[in-house]
């Protein structure tokens, strides 16, 4: 009787414990919506990566609900990426209906159009194409 009661209890646990491990593409990106501000860039030095601290104070990108990425002036940007993959779940991002700024027009774009970035809480870190990583602190 008590072994039984006893496995009942751990079955019961064990399946209380169990969650739904299908993430939701849609919470993904609203945990990135929002003001962010560049603070340390990744660099190579000496053959070593290194996080070194970003000196323009005023590099900042802006996370829209539907995925797309806006300048400190609210613009698009250009070359905006079509894939986020956000903590290793991939995202499309649909097509802009609003054109970037005019700035844009003389903008040559290469062919990779997906970001990769790692949330931990109130910061970011942006990968594009394997190029050097960028960290962000969100902006309140």
Request: charge should be neutral; glycine fraction near 8%; charged fraction near 20%.
């Amino acid at each position: 009787m008590i072994k039984q009661l006893l496995f009942t209890v751990l079955l019961l646990g064990t399946i209380a414990g169990c969650k739904n491990d299908k993430a939701d593409p849609q919470a993904k990106i609203e945990g990135i919506v929002g003001r962010w501000k560049a603070t340390e860039i990744e660099n190579l030095k000496n053959g070593n990566k290194v996080w070194q601290t970003v000196n323009n104070s005023a590099w900042f990108i802006s996370f829209h609900t539907d995925g797309s990425v806006a300048d400190d002036n609210g613009n698009l940007i250009c070359c905006a990426p079509n894939i986020l993959t956000i903590d290793g779940l991939t995202i499309k991002i649909p097509a802009e209906t609003d054109l970037p700024s005019q700035s844009c027009a003389s903008t040559r774009c290469s062919g990779c159009m997906n970001w990769g970035i790692e949330q931990r809480g109130d910061e970011i870190i942006i990968a594009v194409c394997n190029s050097s990583r960028i960290k962000y602190a969100r902006v309140r």
